[in-house]
């Protein structure tokens, strides 16, 4: 298990000089310079987090992280808590619209269990790495202890590394918890100084007054728990959940083994700013894949210097934003790749 002095050190600055080489090489490319735009932008940081001027992006993997919380007593959500493990078994049997999105753009998926209140049997796609079956009440009391917090995030980082020994290139995250968006929203009106209600939005579609009653449970828990923000760490054993630690995980594995990790919606989000917290130098490695419907988020993107590549209204979660995300990053990479150069189509520069 790393510590997070031992991830801070593994986590190296993406260098100057393969966005220039990435920048010499599309302005090569028969085009207009920088007409390409996002695309470009996106090749070039690829580039520098490979450190590869040809790189690719062959073995795309979804990773769905699921847990199950014990706040969903407050009545925060509009679906029971069981359905956790019951779209974990869609997902597992390739049912679900994270299959649908991945087999469309020729990613694998990958669930884990971190924490559902269920005990699943051995499945080729099903990493079980239980730490309990679900959270405590964050209403009441911590999320988790501060050992777990951390065990979180190393299961993430151990399920990446043993995926890129696999061969995968890049990593978009996901993710299933009914109630997950309860912590999500205290993470995020915590890390970001916001007032609650702006961060606050209807999940898997509760009413106007579900929603009031979401508020007070989140002020409960923040009021309760006194989660230290400048302490990643402390913020998501309070407040957090098991998932949204194996996800901030999955974040500092892609930036410690310099594969891309491209973040899903607003849950994700939430996870990528524990891991900022946690190594700031990650940041570089994320590439945001939408705006989520979800209210907050925005907010936390803007917390992170990311911006978002499209915004469908989209709030499923899953991954399945990270996984139409992975699909533009694989066409700004076959851009560098496969497009022809001035001197190689016969075709006059620019004046």
Not at 265 to 282: E, K, R, V
Request: neutral net charge; contains cysteine.
């Amino acid at each position: 298990m790393y510590t997070i002095e031992e991830i801070k050190e593994r986590i190296e600055p993406l260098k100057p000089k393969y966005f220039t080489q990435a920048q010499q090489k599309l302005d090569l490319l028969t085009k207009p310079k920088g007409s390409l735009g996002r695309l470009e932008e996106i090749a070039k940081q690829i580039v520098a987090i490979t450190r590869n001027i040809s790189p690719s992006l062959n073995h795309k993997c979804i990773v769905t992280m699921a847990a199950d919380h014990g706040v969903v007593k407050e009545k925060v959500s509009a679906y029971p808590p069981q359905v956790t493990t019951q779209m974990v078994y869609n997902f597992l049997s390739g049912g679900a619209a994270i299959n649908v999105l991945s087999q469309h753009i020729g990613a694998k998926v990958y669930v884990v269990d971190m924490g559902v209140d269920h005990d699943f049997k051995p499945h080729p796609q099903l990493y079980l790495k239980k730490i309990a079956y679900g959270t405590a009440n964050i209403a009441e009391g911590p999320a988790m202890s501060r050992a777990e917090a951390l065990q979180a995030v190393n299961i993430g980082i151990e399920v990446v590394e043993d995926l890129v020994r696999g061969g995968c290139s890049i990593i978009g995250t996901g993710e299933m918890g009914i109630g997950n968006t309860t912590p999500s929203s205290a993470i995020a009106a915590v890390m970001c100084g916001e007032d609650i209600e702006q961060v606050t939005g209807k999940g898997t579609g509760i009413s106007e007054q579900d929603i009031k009653n979401k508020v007070e449970v989140i002020q409960r828990s923040i009021n309760v728990n006194r989660p230290n923000s400048s302490d990643g760490l402390d913020v998501l054993a309070k407040i957090g959940g098991f998932e949204i630690g194996g996800i901030a995980g999955l974040i500092l594995g892609a930036a410690m083994t310099r594969i891309p990790v491209v973040v899903d919606g607003f849950i994700s989000t939430a996870a990528a700013i524990i891991a900022q917290s946690i190594a700031p130098q990650c940041q570089p490695y994320m590439l945001a894949s939408h705006r989520s419907a979800e209210i907050g988020h925005i907010i936390m993107m803007q917390k992170l210097g990311l911006k978002p590549m499209f915004d469908f209204d989209m709030r499923l979660g899953e991954g399945t934003g990270a996984a139409m995300g992975i699909s533009i990053a694989d066409a700004s990479i076959k851009i560098l790749n496969q497009m022809a150069t001035f001197g190689d189509a016969g075709v006059s520069k620019k004046l």
